[in-house]
């Protein structure tokens, strides 16, 4: 088989795939036949072992190494038997996504008569209309922050004409005012330093191209968000660097920019992931999920923590090649054992969970076996750490009445759990749960590695993970033995996943991580919260809330910032060939 829509790298690296592929299977365990099978430290070591070596190169979904642990992957699966349940009769289950946004030929930018070199001295961002522009006026606003009335008086917009001009700004926010700024005292600007707040903020005064500078005393690095759900805006935007403006000996604090010409050409570029599906027939079809991520950074991707000079390779030993190992190990469990099961079992190694959780997503759009026959999913991620954690968190317990029913009463000595009812989680479970399938995530927790190269294999805990996998093969078999089908029922719990201290409000609504649309499509809506009040549907695109304007899913994380409890918003909705303007309350 050979691996679709690739670069020319990659399909260079497919011989060197295979027989690296090749190389791997020796490291699996011996074929159990019928025997029965137990999960050890061993065999999860012995697979972490291969899916966090370097030779991987940390697994970033679209590049040789995720290619390479899939074939492992599925090496595993049909030692033990499992049926494939991919695409066209395989094991894999391919998926386009956005890889990168690239800087193409035409990009130029002069300044004051200067020309400033690409990558050193200017970036266009990764949302940044494409296209020639020529400013002879260009205004400075400052930090180009607007504050909402009712947090204060304080407007970088105040007196200025911006309409069809260039404009300057700050990054960051203004210091915390003392007590003889009357001006802004008392105001936090926090809920304001966000760059989508100010490039939107700029458009909606009709600037015709945005320029960011960072203070002279902070640090000079801009951190590009994620390419895979960008949309891009209709102007220019453009990082310019302090080497930029010290060569054009401007003040770094408000430099005066006299005229600025020049062309942005951002090359969006896909490319294909690959989820890796087995499946184990029972006595019936109705099947019980059990999945992992087995992709990771790859030599750092914009989410890395890591800050370092030198490239180093991500293995992500703990995220997620402790969860795909004891996925893998379940696998050879129960396709071991000769007691018959009453349920099916599909297991999935899904891709792109790092980029967005893109693989699930998809899986959960595009279903390989009958989507209303899907009993409940198990998520297995970061569960390489129990006895450092102390312990094991289950995340979704409320999200079936059986599954609360069994954890309330759960008596179990070998470790701690703690459980906890939400559904919501950014993993990859979400995507089933968002479309009403009862889910169970389980998690060692988070810890000082995570999305850094230090996360490798000699900090693992196998004895531990093994004990984990054991605890997920009795859960998943007392669930077979309950004859009745499990009570879905949605459960409270936050939106925002890992970086939700931004927010002070929620909506309800669980975005759609993989819709390419202009605005944020609703995959889900929560019962009792503001969305489900204001009468918003699964499958809406929201368009605009309150006066922000929503092009993308950072768009809309950036209005969300700037609402309160209390407040209230109109918020546009595309729905169908209909546009609705919904009434929100936020809480």
Known sequence: MTKANVSLTHKCGLRLAAATAAILFSALPGAQGNTAYDITPDSIHRHIAVLAHDSLEGREVGEIGEWKAAQYIMGVFRDAGLEPKGSDSGYLQPFEFTKAIDFGPANHLTVNG?????????????????GPFSFGEVVFVDYGIVVDEADGDYDNYRGLDVAGKAVVIKRFAPARPDSSAADTNGINFDRYAYLTDKINTAIEREAGAVFLITPEDMEDTLTAIGPTRINPKEIPIIFLRHKALERLKLDLSAPEI?????????IKTRDTGYNVVGYLPGETDTTAIIGAHYD???????????????KMIHNGADDNASGTATMLELARFFSGRSAPRRYSLLFIAFSGEEAGILG???????????????????????????????????????????????????????????HKESGFGGSDHMAFYSR????????????????????????IDFEGTAAVGSFVAEVVTHFDNVGNPLTYQRTKGP??????????VTLGITPDFIAEV???????VSPDRPADWAGILKGDVIIRMGDISVGDIYDYMSALGRFRKGDSATVIVEREADTLHLPV???
């Open 518 to 524: 202009k605005g944020l499509r609703v995959d889900a």
């Open 360 to 418: 699930s997503s998809y899986y959960a759009r595009n279903m390989t076996i009958d989507s209303g026959k899907v009993r409940m999913m198990v998520n297995l991620d970061m569960i390489g750490r129990l006895r450092e954690q102390e312990g094991l968190m289950v995340f979704g317990t409320g999200s079936a009445t059986q599954f609360k029913d069994y954890f309330d009463s759960l008596e179990y000595d070998k470790f701690k759990i703690t």
């Open 495 to 504: 939106e925002r996943g890992r970086h939700s201290s931004q927010y002070s």
């Open 585 to 587: 309350v936020f809480e």
């Open 296 to 310: 990771h950074l790859g030599w750092g991707t914009e989410t890395s923590r890591y800050h370092g000079k030198e």
């Open 258 to 266: 006299r005229s600025v010409e020049g062309e942005t050409e951002l």
């Open 114 to 130: 200067a020309q400033l070199q690409l990558g050193e001295e200017f970036s266009p961002l990764r949302q940044s209309a494409n």
């Open 436 to 459: 009403g399938i009862p889910v169970l995530f389980f998690f060692t927790g988070a810890h000082a590695d995570y999305h850094k190269p230090t996360d490798d294999i000699e900090k």
